[in-house]
């Protein structure tokens, strides 16, 4: 019997990390103070399409409440080059539109994971198994931890490969290919972007997951001490 309360344990640490995991994509995506800001001066994105900063941040804004569900269109115009004109054309809104549905279903996927990991917290501590619990997390965060350490490092050895892979895996049409001669959007967030970006959510879910681990650790050990 105690084999599953450490499998359930596993299962815990394992949806742990799909929180944290997507807590860190949220939190570079949305609410990292200057972010965007900072990516666009490094790769002179503002020269690049001839927009000023303060507009392509006013766009980036609207862009993201857009992936967040809170607005209903990509509806945004701009000037660009001193004329008045629509930021995104069809293509792009409906690349985005595949993006703002991955964005919702991960929200749902966390939530699921956040109940199912209180759910097994509460059936281990309730059946006294706290030490199969955080026994479990640690080599739940383990596993996750391979895994997502060999993504980091074929991301490394060639990321286009990789990035191009992942648009295969998650979206069912062209759409992503874009232009850098007609559409904007491949324009304002270039490779290097989604490079230094993914970087972020690594350097951030890992840091989390490391702390997770230690405190489990922790707990764990002191938990058969005490036995």
Known sequence: MTLWYKLLGVLSGLALMVVLL??????????????????????????????????????????????????????????????????????????????QKLFIEAKQLRLGAIIFTVLSI?????????????????????????????????MVHNFNRYFTLFHHLFFNNDDWILNPKTDLLINIVPEGFFRDTAFWIAGLFLAGAIIV????????????TGE
């Open 22 to 99: 997507i807590s860190s994509v949220e939190y570079v995506s949305y609410y990292k103070g200057g972010y965007f800001e900072k990516e666009y001066e490094k790769y002179e994105v503002t020269d690049a399409i001839g927009i000023e900063m303060d507009d392509l941040l006013t766009v980036t804004h609207e862009m993201m409440d857009y992936l967040k569900g809170d607005r209903a269109d990509l509806v945004i115009y701009t000037k660009l080059q001193n004329t008045e004109r629509e930021f995104f054309n069809t293509k792009e809104k409906r690349h985005m539109a595949d993006v």
């Open 122 to 154: 509460g059936i281990l501590l309730y059946f006294k198994k706290g030490y199969c619990l955080f026994y479990g997390i640690q080599w739940g965060i383990a596993v996750f931890f391979a895994f997502t350490g060999l993504l980091v490092a074929l």
């Open 213 to 224: 681990w230690s405190l489990s650790w922790f707990l764990a050990k002191r938990m058969k």
